[in-house]
């Protein structure tokens, strides 16, 4: 079964700066696809930006992008020119390929993010 | 596109009370999802349809637990004999389809149990 570990319960970054959130996983499968969801306070979980196992290039949406390490089997989120809107629990999550794989999404434990004014 | 919905938003209830939630997903969506999320964990797979065809669910669907999506649309989750352990906040997502491009899941705001 795969599992998703997420090692920081919290972070926090200043405002403006850059902010490096964590994530490990293990899987026996060669593709896959990873996330990271954002959960604001009271607010419903959003995805961040995902990731292909089978692309080399790093995924990148505005100030979020990703560090993939296949080998490694691990997927950072990196947030720059960190906003007060960025503060939320962040959720690493693991799918299996969309061929005979399992729809569901493997979450982690979560870290929750702080951005100081 | 009004998203994902769910209702009621926060339902307390006694111990060994039956509850039912609802979940209406993103209206042209054919995939359905319900996970459970406990304080300070990540949300845990319950189970999913598609379209009214119930594909997969978790060992921690217990037989107090039973799930349905009869037109293919909405999808109910009820719990039986509820217990304390079942308090947590129940949250539903939608998917288009399971193609490369289209597996992004969409969730609601979810119902949050309390069961006193």
């Known amino acids: 079964a795969q599992t998703v570990t997420q090692s920081q319960p919290e972070m926090s970054v200043q405002e403006a700066e850059t902010v490096t959130l964590s994530c490990t996983y293990d899987?026996?499968?060669?593709?896959?696809?990873l996330f990271w969801y954002k959960q604001p306070p009271s607010r419903q979980m959003i995805l961040v930006i995902r990731?292909?196992?089978?692309?080399?290039q790093n995924a990148t949406e505005n100030r979020f992008s990703v560090n993939f390490q296949k080998a490694a089997k691990s997927f950072s989120l990196k947030i720059s020119d960190s906003q007060l809107g960025d503060a939320a629990m962040y959720f690493c999550a693991y799918r299996s390929p969309t061929q005979g794989g399992s729809e569901k999404l493997v979450f982690g434990k979560g870290t929750k993010l702080t951005v100081n004014p | 596109d009004t998203g994902v919905s769910q209702n009621p938003r926060h339902k307390i209830t006694k111990r060994g009370q039956n509850v039912t939630f609802r979940c209406d997903p993103i209206s042209e969506h054919n995939r359905l999802y319900w996970y459970r999320q406990t304080l300070g964990q990540g949300p845990e797979f319950l189970t999913y349809f598609q379209n009214e065809a119930q594909l997969e669910k978790s060992r921690l669907l217990s037989d107090r637990f039973s799930a349905e999506r009869p037109k293919g649309s909405f999808s109910t989750l009820e719990i039986q004999r509820t217990e304390q352990g079942d308090s947590a906040m129940y949250l539903c997502?939608?998917?288009?389809?399971?193609?490369?491009?289209?597996?992004?899941?969409?969730f609601g705001p979810g119902t949050r149990l309390t069961v006193t």
């Open positions: 997502a939608s998917s288009s389809n399971s193609r490369d491009r289209d597996i992004e899941q969409y």
């Open positions: 990731q292909e196992a089978y692309k080399q």
């Open positions: 899987t026996s499968e060669s593709d896959y696809y």
